[in-house]
């Protein structure tokens, strides 16, 4: 029994240790079976990955194929595509106006809008993008795409404007009567930190509802400015002040100023004369009531002498009714103050500032020397051609018909009326005095002087 017991304990564990080598042998099969799988496993991911790598290099290989086979075609089809990038910048260049002309902020997105390389030339190029018209609508602007698309705009002309407009709203913005604290009170419509670099810079400026303080405080920061307008200058909450310092500007050419005839304080414009030194200015435009020119003179005339180079002068006398006499007595002596006048352009509602201008031609010795080029647009005629009749014309025109010993020759003369109206007689019809006028005009016509009397679009010489 004892030795059957014995063997049968040995078979049990010779039984167990061939399940344990058994046991052992089937895991590590296992094993090596889980490793081949995920060798496979491995493999298959590392297959994926190179294929993915070999399927985009030769994705991207037939692409820039193709978009060198496209160009290729292009510029068969397009010739202008293989001049060089700088070339056409360049090009696009001559797009912008001529110097003093405010440059159009619509050639940038015009030029991008041509073809995918035009855009990418016409966004690289800063100058493209040097103009920016800001319409500051109180309530629009405080919509988030107007300062995105404010501070794209800057961010395409590298902070480096020439020419900026302005138009702010009647009122809401600028609650402190200032552009600038407007701005910063107000940085989720237009940070006044992204217009910092671009005050030096500015060439060109143009602000509309500006208050009298707002103009004199641009003037102050962009003191590089060549051309300056300011529309519709807006009445000043506060007086006008009387210690602001004097501003010299070397570099304006062109000025601006129109002040509407509702703005209560008409001295605005004796202040902006008061205020101003422009040693190089050559045009000056100015709108605004008579009275308001009128009242101006006083100043005008010591603006006038600090700014002796003004060869073109505007002015459009903007009245409901007739204030002639005070305009009429300034007349000749604004006129006199500006020697080297070229070229005069007035736009008013009657004639007697015409009358008096022709009388001092004729009559004058000093009157204007260098004049060149007169015209005056009149709004009303029929009921008012007693202050100047057509020998008055003739008289000035032939004084001034040949360039003689410290005198210009006068080479176009405009009178243009809104209204129709007859420049012969009404009643007796071409008399022989008003034919003996007309063959005198049209005999100046003859010798080469361009001579407009009548509608804007039909003269009657």
Known sequence: MRKAACLSSTSFYALSSRMNLQNFRLRLWLSEIEAKLSQIQDEAKATRVENSRLK??????LLEEKKGIQASLDRIIYPILSIPVEIISEIFLHCLPEELTVPSASI??????ICQQWRYIALGDCRLWSSLKIDVKYGDCHAPPFSLLVKEWLCRAK???????IVLPNSGLCCSNSFFNGLAEHPCILPASWFTDSWAHLTSFRGDLFTFQECMELLRRASRLIRCEF???????DPTPSDIIPLMLPDIQSLTLAIPEEAYDFHLLKAIFDLLILPELRSLDVRCASYCFADASSSFFPFAHRAPGIRNFTARFNDDDYYGEPLDAVMVPTFSAMPN????TLHMDFLGPVSILLDALTTSETFLPRIQMTAFYVKYGPDYWDDIEPR?????????????????????????FSESFNFLDEEDGEDDYTSEQLFKLKELKNNGMRIHIGLPED???
Request: aromatic share 6%; with cysteine.
């Open 392 to 416: 008055k014309i003739v008289d000035a025109l032939a004084s001034r018909s040949e360039a003689t010993s410290g005198f210009c020759q006068l080479l176009d003369f405009r009178l243009s």
């Open 56 to 61: 985009q290099e030769r994705q991207r290989r």
């Open 108 to 113: 940038g997105p015009m030029l991008a809008a």
């Open 341 to 344: 006048l070229v070229n005069i």
């Open 159 to 165: 902070n480096m404007l020439s020419s900026l407009h």
């Open 459 to 461: 003269s009657w010489v």
């Open 231 to 237: 529309h519709d200058i807006a009445a000043a909450y």
